[in-house]
């Protein structure tokens, strides 16, 4: 995977304009455009090798192999059943994967517990959004963030050693604020979740995620049930995150708007990867255009 | 619909605040039965035995339904072997602390003859230990086969309590052992002398007896000593109280009501799920063993067909009632249910029986008759009244019924206490500050709000 595919300029734009240009890494440093590459060094923080889940007698993933560069914006598609979400549940350590291996910033992570996925950076969202309904806003946003010491049973309980972990709940609560303002739901902040509507579950979402300080964000299907304007601040946020660093992993099945999000595109089918690069090398693939059709096109 | 919205101002305002309604609560309950007891005429002895009785009930159920307000209302868990973990609680208090008995008779055991506060710790340590037995294998299941290993447990225990195999056995020259069917003699210094020796107020304490003796003639001590146990209770509720709001109140706590709503996306957020719950189940089975030992440490003797799953469901309804979720809920569920459910009816027969000659009909056949032949209902009504104790599990079964029905949140409604260690209001007012878009926020809020 070369670097040229990291193209900012495009995704800022969301105008694919330079696909064809072949860029080196230096060229792309000086372009002017290449602001935000500052802030991303490349490397693969995630690397997916041979990955296969059988249930029972049928095969979800297949076999499938690929990798993400850090600072990017990738989008994994495929028509319905074509092993997406299985694959996301293999990395995530939801599931157990049949055989494979997932590296995750160098180190194997393959069938570890998804707490200690989480806490080793790469932390996920849930296809239909996962909040916690019966607590407030800012409840939900205060669970996520990493080590605090008030999870520990005796500090929270025992006089004295409690100061300590309502000094951090006083910064915690800061940071929810400043999140819950860059994501512009703060006016929803003692509201319960239950009764926040599809999209802005979905914004509530990547915010508690985003406050476990990830290296890496997986998203499931993040704009399923969205309405058009959620949808447009929701990407607005990711492109956003994305400039600061953050990298990202789509799945989605609405094929445009990973088209014309994303810099880079693995496509699945039937457990496999069918194919991957540029979104425009992606439209124009007779191998997609089959599979999303039916594959009878021959 | 809530209490407050119908109260002025400042009586709302206090309202709010939690031992507000806790105190009201129990002040009105302690008014009905005074008044009901005036009303039978009852001596000042009566008067205080009924109110020494009414207070350990409300403690020992506010007690119990805190204790599971952890389990169920915080962290989700579906324990309904309450009354195992008592047992074994109340079990390992009596052997550890009974006077040691050293040569082996048949239906005579005693215990290691430690000072009672080891055998409170000990019977508390212990129902902890139990609880981390039963969550090793049952945590990581469902909710559901949690409930059926905990109701399992309760019952594998009374039997073993029950096996004559146990009833004594000898350790390390010590003649200890279950008791078997007959159970335990409490042989130890009953707790209030213990209590009062240990803060060396003993004397004074005989002082106070004998000056209640003038109201109170004849032996006043029996009367007093549980009047002063219930009330010691309420401060182990207090203590109970503190403890799980604390708990409930922090990080920790935060976790579990996660756990609660979904395990799945919590451990997903990095939270060890399985640590946690571990945890607080055992934290909250000490508390069941500790309510047990508190329980029936003061009666005498303990015998294991006491222990039946009912207890269980007792303090299940006790927490219904005042909402799952809530600690203030449970002290109040504890105490409605004790007042009303528990030891309720059998006032009301007393009130009734006081007012009406009730002339009951000696079986069911003699009540309905009458009622049938010439539709004269006084048999049957009489006949209902005088089997008020027998009925009340029945009225307890429609009572939770009709809760689950309409009003499945519990007293308090849908009250959630806030999991966090400090109040979540916004540090400071960030007024055109930072981000630099607060017209946008309020753009994007009006969005938010109708996108419904």
Known sequence: MSDSEVDEAA????VPEDADVEMTEAEAQDSAAEEAAKHTPRGIPLRVEDLRKEFGGITAVDGASFQVEEGTLTGLIGPNGAGKSTTFNCITGVLKPTSGAVYFEGEEITGLEPHTVANRGLVRTFQIARELEEMTVLENMMLAPRGQRGESLWRSVLPFVRDSVVDQEGEVLERCWETLDFFEIDHLAHEYAGTLSGGQRKLLELARALLTDPEMLLLDEPFAGVNPSLEARLLEHIHELREQGYTFLIVEHDMD??????????VMHQGQVLMEG????????????????????? | MS??????????????NDVTKITSLLAVIYAVYLLTGAALGFSPRGQINSIASLTFYI???????????????????????????????IYTMAIVSKAPVFAAETGRSGGFGMPIIVGIIAGTVVAALL?????????????????????AMSEILRFVFLSGDLEQFTVAGYV??????????????????????ALGLWNAYLGFVDVVGAVVPNNPKPVVDSLVYGFLLLFVVAGYY??????????????LKAIREDEEATNSLGKDTDAFKTKAFMVGCGLMGLGGVLWFMAQGAITPNTYRPRLTFFVWIALIIGGAGSNTGSVMGGAIFAAVLFQGPRYLKNLIENFVEVDAPSGFGPAVSPLISNLDPLPFLFYTIDSIRQLQLVIMGLILIYLMHNRPQGLLGHRKEPASGVPLDRPRRPAGEGEGRPPAAADGGSRGETDE
């Not at chain 2, 049952?138 to 909710?143: E, K, N, P």
């Open chain 2, 176 to 197: 200890v052992g279950l008791g078997g069917g007959s159970g335990l003699i409490l042989d130890f210094t009953p707790p209030v002398e213990a209590f009062f020796t």
């Open chain 2, 131 to 151: 609880g981390l037995v039963v969550a090793l294998p049952a945590l990581r299941l469902r909710a559901d086969y949690l409930a059926i290993v905990t109701i």
């Open chain 1, 257 to 266: 708007l990973i088209m014309q999000n994303c810099e880079h595109v693995i």
């Open chain 1, 11 to 14: 995704v800022q734009t969301n």
């Open chain 2, 3 to 16: 209490v407050a919205e119908r109260l002025p101002e400042p009586l709302a305002a206090l309202w709010e």
């Open chain 2, 59 to 89: 403690a020992v159920f506010a007690l119990l339904a805190l204790a599971l307000n952890l389990h169920w209302g915080y962290t989700g868990l579906f324990n309904i072997g309450i009354v195992g973990f008592m047992a074994i609680g």
């Open chain 2, 242 to 255: 503190v403890l799980l709001r604390r708990v409930g109140n922090s990080p920790f706590g935060r976790v």
């Open chain 1, 278 to 298: 540029r979104p425009e090398e992606v439209r124009n693939d007779e191998r997609v255009i089959e599979a999303y059709l039916g594959g009878e096109v021959e």
